[in-house]
């Protein structure tokens, strides 16, 4: 199993906002330094806590400060761009991270932020698809490109001068163009099927009950049969919310309180969900009442914290339910004590994934 990254990411309100980019940046400088094989980072137009509003910007002042971690996008809320700006945006990250960069896209499930674009009442998943189809046909096309759709028509036809490359649009340094990855968020999820028979991998999220993840790697393996590819789990990458520290202690009051970072984050997540009446993937049980929904479960059900024996011993169990995956991507939370996230990240990679790959090898 290899070790990845993922934050949105979700900080307090009231926390200064250019210190929250220096730690997130921090956090993917020493992803790279200790060894994580790759790391996302979400994107957010409206939230003053879930704060990154371009992925790609984030990711570009990264791209000569790391060495060996692939960075993605976590994802691009495609309903909200112009697939023309995407296509353009994404192959100058490809360019500078040569070919260290992982393509994640998305619906984008802000409604704030579907608000302020101007799509809410739309059919956002045929923009969606319309969207990413007509970024593939870009980079697979040529000048003056001739892609019509019902939200966007793409050309440069009536000001294309080819001799000196007025009209003509970027390539991707990968090619035919990056791995594309989709997050799954959902109970058995209807969209899985559909992205594995076009060949894209899925990212199974962290507020997701186990039992629900669970669910996930049939139904990509299924569309992938239907599309004749080969499925093999280590193309799943499943989130999970850890922290590890040197004393159970400590990992109990920083990551298993409601009023600590991790606290916030599903605190964050809960209200958005209960407000727009989708709070059910937080449920083991899709009959249990949003009542019976609080915080302090969501950290009991969702968090795995201790320290680093306990930590292997609860991934371990938490892999039996979900059944094996390839990449498991350690989700990042607010820095509440700057000393201690660093530390979970340095355990989780020096200690805890040795034992867990240990386990795994002597068939546990």
């Excluded at 500078?96 to 956002?124: A, H, T, W, Y």
């Excluded at 997540?269 to 949003?290: C, E, F, N, V, W």
Aim: proline share 6%.
């Amino acid at each position: 199993m290899k070790l990845g990254f993922f934050t949105m990411p979700i900080h307090p309100a009231g926390r200064n906002y250019t210190q929250t980019l220096k730690e997130d940046r921090e956090a993917f400088l020493l992803a790279d330094r200790l060894g994580y094989c790759e790391g996302f980072i979400g994107e957010h137009t409206t939230d003053i806590c879930e704060n990154i509003p371009s992925c790609l910007a984030f990711i570009a002042s990264l791209a000569h400060e790391t060495k060996q971690i692939k960075l993605g996008s976590g994802t691009v809320n495609l309903p909200n761009s112009h697939p023309a700006a995407v296509a353009a945006n994404v192959a100058m990250i490809d360019h500078m991270l040569e070919g260290r960069f992982i393509f994640g896209i998305g619906p984008g499930g802000l409604r704030s932020d579907q608000e302020v674009f101007g799509n809410i009442k739309n059919d956002r998943t045929k923009m969606f698809v319309e969207c990413i189809d007509q970024i593939l046909a870009i980079w697979a096309g040529r000048e003056p490109y001739d892609i019509k759709g019902e939200f966007w028509n793409i050309s440069t036809s009536e000001t294309m001068i080819p001799e000196v490359g007025q009209g003509v649009m970027l390539k991707p340094y990968q090619q035919p163009y990056p791995p594309i990855v989709v997050t799954v968020v959902e109970p058995n999820s209807k969209g899985i099927g559909p992205a594995a028979q076009r060949g894209w991998k899925p990212i199974s999220a962290n507020f997701l009950q186990p039992n629900w993840v669970a669910t996930h790697y049939p139904g990509y393996e299924k569309g992938c049969e239907q599309a004749g590819i080969k499925a093999s789990r280590q193309d799943w990458r499943v989130c999970k919310s850890i922290f590890v520290a040197d004393d159970d202690a400590t990992a109990k009051r920083y990551a298993k309180s409601s009023d600590g970072p991790y606290g916030l984050y599903y605190w964050n997540l809960l209200t958005k969900r209960l407000a727009r009446g989708g709070a059910h993937i937080y449920k083991p049980d899709l009959s249990m009442p949003d009542s019976a929904l609080s915080v302090d479960f969501l950290l009991d059900t969702l968090v795995l914290a201790g320290s680093v024996n306990s930590v292997v011993d609860q991934l371990l169990r938490f892999r039996e339910v979900t059944g094996d995956f390839g990449t498991l991507l350690y989700v990042g939370h607010d820095w509440a004590d700057i000393p201690l996230a660093r530390r979970s990240m340095e355990l989780m990679a020096e200690k805890v994934m040795p034992a867990v790959n240990a386990a795994i090898a002597g068939g546990k």
